[in-house]
């Protein structure tokens, strides 16, 4: 039977988006483009353009999935920047709880006249209390480190989350990883020792605190793929947020300190600000694929730089930008094994090779993934 017959129960499904979470893998289906541009698929030696441009075929809205994600990374950005300038004047657990209380009650306020109370209902309570968990390891390591870096910095070493992701997923899930993502892998951790320089005297502890923050991210997107196939993102967010207020108060140091009125202002409007960058990216994913929209998270560097300038008069030294080059294309280059590694699974292309060099299966043997709500994609 040939990927053309069975055309009609195929479709690549809407991604649903979780924050934090890499976008890769999604299935870009080469029956559901015309037969000239099959060639792309069998191609062993395809560029990142050309499944970017595959992922812009099937996206609904481009253009408009582009404009949401940048704009939300740069509101995310701007959100770090007010952490930051909280960070050097507040201590971390106060940070989290005051921000998790604001946070959670915009995100009820706003889920609630958009998608009703049932979009904040967890269905696996264990799975989002260790998501939640592992989401407040990762905030309070980043506070510590945010406050003592350039905003670009912490940002560059971040992006080092979804290579930390990969060289996790054979431990934890057992997920396989060829020999060219590893690859990618040990050159990102390169690029991560380029920026945190541990025999260098320009050495900080805070840029391992970032590094663990990092590594937290990764675990709780591990824990969110076993949570997203019936948990909705606004339930996922809801948790992390009123588990991150809740451990803030059990959080070092715990002399707080007395909020002035340019602390409340800052803290509300970081708040507000984050809980908004979530629900534009929440949007731009409904419109575009994940391949196509994943390499523009590496904007938020951009952001950060300007911001960083503007408010610290902090910009990164030559090698924080060497080692930013390296995380970003290491980070790109596992996106693209990703992609084509998604498309062999669910395409027809009995030629196109995985990161082991075998032949995949073809879709005529590959039973479609179960939606959101159980059922196959329509």
Known sequence: MRCGSIRSTIRPRRPAFTPGVSKACFPIIPSDFPRHDHRFFSSHGRTRLMAIMDAMKGSAAPGRAIAL???????????????????????????????????????????????????????????HIARGLMAAVATFSYLIGIGELPLATATSILFASPILLTAMAPIFIGESVGWRRWLAVVAGFIGVLIIVRPAGDAFQWAAVMILLAAVGESIRDLITRGASG?????????????????????MPPYEWVKLDGEHWLMIIMASLIWTSAHFLLIEAFQYGEAALLAPFRYCNLFFAAILGFLIWSDLPDVLTWAGSVVIIA????????????????????????????????TAETVAPDPGRDGEAPK
């Open 330 to 361: 290491s980070g790109l280059y596992i996106l693209h094994r990703e992609v084509l590694r998604k498309s062999a699974v669910m395409g027809a292309d009995p030629i196109l090779e995985t990161d082991e060099g075998d032949a995949t299966e």
């Open 230 to 250: 019936r948990e909705t993102t606004h339930s996922m967010l809801l948790t992390m947020m009123v588990l991150a207020a809740l451990t803030g108060l059990f």
């Open 69 to 127: 994600a940048v704009a939300g990374g740069a509101l995310l950005t701007i959100s770090d920047a007010g952490l930051k300038y909280l960070a050097q004047e507040l201590p971390p657990g106060q940070i989290m709880f005051i921000r998790g209380i604001i946070a959670g009650f915009a995100l009820v306020m706003a889920t609630l006249g958009t998608r009703g109370a049932k979009a904040l209902m967890p269905q696996k309570w264990r799975l």
